[in-house]
C-alpha cells in the first residue's frame, strides 16, 4: 500500500447544475470541455502513468444518479456501470451539490486504507507528480494554490491529521473547497500556499497553450485533453533532453539526435524520492468511524468570510463559486449511507497499471433520501 493516494473527483456526467438559478459562467464561454470520459482518458493518458512507484491513485464517483429535471443541460439518464480497476463508487450522490459529501468520503477510504498524505484533484487538472514533491507541502497539514481563506478545489494536499479534521468538522457547503476550509479552520489547520500551484479564476480560468510554452507549474487547472496531451508532450520531450544530457556527460559522447520522443517515454521512470512520513498504526478504522452522520449546524457569519447566505449570488476565490453562481450556497442534503472499506478489498489502489475491469458492486441506491438534483 503506498503512503501517498492521488484522489480525483469526477462524475458520471458532467453538469454544474445547483437550483434555478444557476448561472454556469464557464460553461457559457465555452471554456470547459464538456465530455466527462475524454478528461479522465486524457488523465489516464498522461500524467497518470508517471507517477512514482508508492504512489497510487483513485478515481471516485457517486453511486446514486441524480434526478433528471427539465431545466437541466443534460437530458438523458446515464445507466450506473460497473467501476474499473482505477475507480470507485462511493456511497453518495454524483450530483454537483454532492461534492462535499464525496471529499469526506474519500478522506475516510485514504485513512482506513492508511495513507499518509492525500492528493485531492479535479478531473481537469494536470499534475508534475515530481515538481510537487519538491515543494515544501510535507512540512505541512494544507496546502494548494495561493489563497486567504481557503485552497481551491483543483489540487489540494491533506495529510492524515487534516483528512480527520474534514470528518470531525462537517461543513454543509456544497462548495467542496470551500468545505474543506471551514473543516480545518473549525480544527486550527490554516492553509499553506504553493505559488506554482495555478488554480486561475474567472477569465484566467482555462489553460491556453501560450501557458502551456511560456510557464511552468507544479499543478495545472483548467485544462481540455488537448491542453493535458500538449503539457504530457513537453514533459516527455524535456525528460528525453535531460537524459540524454546526463548520457553525454557520463559517457563523453553527444547522443543521438534521433531518439524518438515517443521511445524515451516508453523508457521514463521517475526516479525522484518520497517525502518520509510518520509510520502509521494498522488502521483498526472503519467507515463507521470515519464517515458518520454528524449533527451538522449551519455557520455563523462570523465563522469564516467565504460562507455566506441570502438570495444574492455567491462569487468567492472557490473554483465551484466563482465559476457556478446561484442564490443558495448552503445545500440540506442528508449524508449517503455509510460505506465499509472491506467491501472494496477485492480492488488494490491503482498506479500505473492497466485497467481492467472490477468486480465490485457499487453501492448506493435511487431511493436515498438525500436531495438529488
Known amino acids: 500500500m503506498g503512503a501517498i493516494l492521488v484522489g480525483v473527483k469526477t462524475c458520471h456526467r458532467l453538469d454544474y447544475f445547483v437550483d434555478d438559478l444557476t448561472v454556469d459562467y464557464v460553461q457559457l464561454k465555452g471554456w470547459r470541455h464538456p465530455i466527462q470520459q475524454e478528461r479522465v482518458d486524457a488523465q ?4 497518470l502513468k508517471a507517477l512514482p512507484e508508492g504512489v497510487d491513485y483513485k478515481f471516485f464517483y457517486g453511486s446514486t444518479l441524480r434526478t433528471q429535471k427539465l431545466n ?5 439518464k446515464n445507466i450506473l456501470r460497473q467501476p474499473l480497476a482505477d475507480e470507485l463508487f462511493l ?3 454524483d450530483n454537483y451539490t454532492a461534492n462535499t459529501l464525496k471529499v469526506r468520503q474519500i478522506c475516510g477510504y485514504a485513512l482506513a486504507n492508511g495513507y499518509g498524505l492525500l492528493v485531492l484533484v479535479d478531473d481537469d487538472t494536470y499534475l508534475d507528480f515530481e515538481k510537487l514533491l519538491a515543494t515544501d507541502f510535507a512540512e505541512y497539514h494544507y496546502s494548494g494554490a495561493p489563497t486567504q481563506t481557503f485552497h481551491p478545489g483543483s489540487c489540494v494536499i491533506l495529510d492524515r491529521v487534516a483528512m480527520q479534521a474534514i470528518l470531525d468538522h462537517p461543513s454543509i457547503s456544497y462548495a467542496d473547497d470551500a468545505a474543506i476550509g471551514y473543516s ?16 486561475g479564476i474567472g477569465d484566467a480560468y482555462r489553460v491556453t497553450p ?5 510557464k511552468d507549474y507544479v499543478s495545472w487547472h483548467s485544462c481540455s485533453p488537448d491542453i493535458m496531451k500538449a503539457l504530457w508532450m513537453r514533459h516527455v520531450t524535456l525528460s528525453s533532453e535531460r537524459q540524454k544530457a546526463t548520457a553525454g556527460q557520463a559517457l563523453k559522447i553527444t547522443p543521438s539526435p534521433s531518439v ?7 523508457k521514463f521512470s521517475s526516479s525522484v524520492t518520497l517525502p518520509i512520513l510518520p509510520e502509521q498504526p494498522s488502521s483498526s478504522l472503519d ?6 452522520s454528524v449533527s451538522e449546524t449551519i455557520p455563523s457569519s462570523n465563522d469564516l468570510e467565504f460562507l455566506e447566505t441570502g438570495s444574492k449570488p455567491i462569487k468567492t476565490e472557490s473554483d465551484i463559486s466563482s465559476t457556478v453562481m446561484s442564490g443558495t450556497l448552503l445545500s440540506s442534503e442528508t449524508p449517503a449511507p455509510t460505506w465499509s472499506a472491506n467491501q472494496q478489498s477485492s ?21 436515498s433520501t438525500e436531495k438529488t438534483f
Open 44 to 47: 489516464r493518458q498522461t500524467w
Open 72 to 76: 437541466q443541460r443534460v437530458p438523458d
Open 91 to 93: 456511497p453518495c450522490n
Open 184 to 199: 480545518l479552520d473549525k480544527a486550527g489547520i490554516k492553509p499553506h500556499s504553493i505559488p506554482a500551484i495555478l488554480h
Open 210 to 214: 501560450a501557458q502551456v510554452q511560456e
Open 260 to 266: 524518438s520522443p515517443v521511445l524515451e517515454e516508453e
Open 287 to 292: 467507515s463507521n468511524s470515519l464517515i458518520t
Open 347 to 367: 480492488s488494490e489502489p491503482a498506479n500505473s497499471s492497466s485497467i481492467e475491469t472490477s468486480s465490485v458492486t457499487p453501492s448506493g441506491s435511487e431511493n
